[in-house]
């Protein structure tokens, strides 16, 4: 089956990024280096092409319900313009991917494309919500039989075919994008989003990111992408640096941190239980209350190798006696911290910051520190 192309893919061979595949699409993983890539978004700003992640578009007089009942946050405390992290879990509590939800305004029915005002909080309630790259028509099925068999009055449109998505992120990210914005985004809180006018173009913008600096991401047309990525000097990055800044944020990577089928987990092992809202009613809730109440046995660790050797996905984890007790998902060797890092599963006893453990790096046992995540400071 071919690679799903994203619309730069022609402007990002022509300034000769090297590329990957991911998620079912041909993604730039680097342009000039990672380390290159991943200094400028620590230091100055750089821009991400994210086309390959899903945009899922949900209207109509039950979209909030449905929002709400498949998805572990409290959706129903969005107002316009905000935005929330979530999980989306099946009936065992098991993550099938992470997303964020973004409020539109009510009654909007062409995002990103047309620019209503967003403060008009009278209407029917709809969202954009973006699931992991390659899972947006499995979630969109997902969305849809949901919403037949609880005979819900919304529409879920899968627009991933219909828009780009760039991620702006850096120290002067903010002011790289306020610069060519007919609207000050400047003002923008974290986790907010507005529609505002880039060269003419429409795009909706929100104050998140994946890279633990601030930054803004722009959802536009799909045709306008290739002027709209031109607007904006700085650093273009890929896929590796983009997996070295989260990692050192210690931010999770779905397929990778958690698999629902190679490595299921809960919201509660992966260390993001501040998605799950027991209050609300969503598909997994009653099993995650019983794991709340009970606890869990293994959870998401951040390690620092001491000895020297690099932790990859899918290394044992041992204690010091050798004994395998869990398994590296990501790691690399810290950019910014000049020191291999990484994350993985534990058993609780081992979760304490400061506890030593080991990791087996090509046949070879590195003494390992559990370290408190984020590897660094983050916004």
């Not at 809960?266 to 027991?278: K, M, R």
């Not at 609300?280 to 020297?308: H, S, W």
């Not at 994350?343 to 080991?358: C, F, K, M, N, S």
Request: charged residues 25%; aromatic residues 8%; proline residues 5%.
């Amino acid at each position: 089956m071919p690679l799903q192309t994203p619309p730069l893919r022609g402007v990002h061979d022509e300034y000769g990024a090297k590329f990957t595949e991911f998620g079912g699409w041909d993604m730039p993983v680097e342009f000039d280096s990672i380390r290159t890539e991943h200094a400028a978004v620590r230091e100055a700003a750089g821009i991400f092409d994210v086309s390959h992640m899903g945009q899922l578009h949900v209207s109509g007089a039950d979209a909030t319900e449905l929002m709400q009942r498949l998805t572990t946050n409290d959706v129903s405390q969005l107002a316009v313009g905000d935005s929330q992290y979530a999980a989306i879990t099946d009936e065992e509590g098991i993550i099938l991917d992470d997303t964020v939800i973004y409020r539109l305004p009510d009654g909007d029915d062409s995002a990103p494309d047309g620019s209503p005002d967003d403060s008009d909080d009278d209407g029917e309630a709809t969202y954009l919500f973006v699931p992991n790259a390659g899972t947006d028509e499995a979630t969109h099925e997902r969305w849809v039989e949901y919403r037949n068999e609880w005979d819900l009055e919304a529409t879920i449109d899968n627009r991933t075919d219909e828009y780009a998505m760039f991620a702006v992120q850096g120290p002067d990210a903010v002011e790289l994008v306020d610069d060519v914005t007919d609207e000050s985004v400047a003002d923008l809180e974290r986790f907010r989003a507005r529609y505002a006018t880039v060269a003419g173009i429409d795009c909706w913008l929100a104050r998140t990111g994946y890279t633990g600096e601030d930054g803004v991401e722009l959802i536009v047309p799909w045709s306008e992408a290739e002027h709209c990525w031109s607007l904006f000097d700085c650093q273009p990055c890929g896929l590796g640096a983009r997996d070295t800044l989260r990692i050192e944020a210690g931010l999770l990577l779905a397929g990778q941190d958690f698999d629902a089928e190679s490595d299921p987990r809960t919201p509660y092992e992966a260390g993001i239980g501040f998605t799950v809202d027991l209050d609300t009613e969503f598909v997994g809730r009653d099993a995650l209350a019983e794991i709340e109440r009970e606890g869990v046995e293994e959870e998401l660790v951040g390690f620092q190798l001491i000895d020297r050797g690099v932790p990859r996905h899918g290394y044992d984890i041992t204690n010091t006696e050798g004994r395998v007790i869990g398994t590296v998902t990501s790691g690399t060797m810290s950019p910014s911290l000049e020191k291999p890092i990484g994350l993985g599963y534990v058993p609780t006893e081992y979760a304490e910051p400061g506890t030593t453990l080991q990791v087996v790096v090509r046949g070879q046992s590195k003494k390992a520190r559990v370290e408190t995540t984020p590897f660094i400071d983050t916004v």
